[in-house]
């Protein structure tokens, strides 16, 4: 499979849940990224990891926790949400940590928290 | 600080007509890489084009152009003969050396009307 997959696409959980969003590429990609998008606003940039380091963490709240256990797979671990946390989450990959090449994104996962 | 700003937020055209969307871009550093990218309902962003700071020439990719000119900061582009397809919001990026993020423009909603 070619691009950045992203599972599940929609999710709906309660402020209680724990839940994970998984992102996958294998494009022999260097770096890869969450970005959240809101309605009205614009893509935020959440968490970078280059070579499987986090370096960049955009004053997220610790409700979200990122993970990547290899330069494959990113993981977005998700408790105790609130409402406004509700969004479509993106994943993206790039050859380069400064993404100079450019993104390649995943199709996102709809997230509802009720 | 880097910044871009497109100042379009919708644009509504019928099909086969001609359509530019704006985009200007603040930095003060001289190396820099601008990009466009396609969301369609879908969700996923699609990388569209790339260009940098040193490469001014205009680029034509089927029915789609782009016009950078470094002396008004801008880096537009034209959709030219419209489809349905197209209707997506579309938005223009920077990035620049040295840097973990890629600042995008808040994205203008293209709709193509048949």
């Known amino acids: 499979e070619t691009g950045v997959t992203q599972t599940p696409r929609h999710l709906v959980m309660g402020m209680t849940n724990k839940k994970s969003l998984k992102c996958e590429q294998h494009?022999?990609?260097?770096?890869m990224y969450w970005y959240k998008q809101s309605a009205k606003k614009p893509l935020e940039l959440m968490f970078v990891?280059?070579?499987?380091?986090?370096?960049e963490n955009n004053s997220v709240p610790s409700r979200f926790s990122p993970e990547c256990p290899n330069s494959s797979h990113l993981f977005l671990h998700l408790h105790t949400l609130q409402p406004e946390d509700s969004a479509l989450y993106l994943c993206?990959?790039?050859?380069?940590?400064?993404?100079?090449?450019?993104?390649?994104f995943g199709s996102g996962t709809r997230l509802t928290v009720v | 600080a880097q910044k871009v700003t497109q100042a379009q937020t919708e644009i509504s055209v019928v099909e086969k007509e001609d359509v530019t969307l704006d985009c200007v871009y603040e930095?003060?550093?001289?190396?820099?890489?601008l990009f466009w990218y396609k969301q369609p309902p879908s969700g996923e962003l699609v990388f569209l084009i790339r260009?940098?700071?040193?490469?001014?020439q205009n680029e034509i990719s089927g029915r789609y152009s782009w016009n950078f000119q470094k002396s008004t900061s801008s880096f537009n582009f034209t959709i030219t003969a419209s489809q349905v397809v197209d209707s997506a919001v579309y938005f223009c990026?920077?990035?620049?050396?040295?840097?973990?993020?890629?600042?995008f423009g808040a994205g203008t909603r293209l709709f193509v009307k048949a």
């Open positions: 990891y280059s070579l499987e380091e986090r370096v």
């Open positions: 930095t003060r550093d001289t190396t820099y890489y």
């Open positions: 990026a920077l990035s620049v050396t040295g840097g973990f993020k890629t600042i």
């Open positions: 494009l022999g990609h260097n770096a």
């Open positions: 260009r940098n700071s040193f490469d001014e």
């Open positions: 993206a990959s790039s050859q380069d940590q400064g993404a100079l090449l450019g993104y390649t």
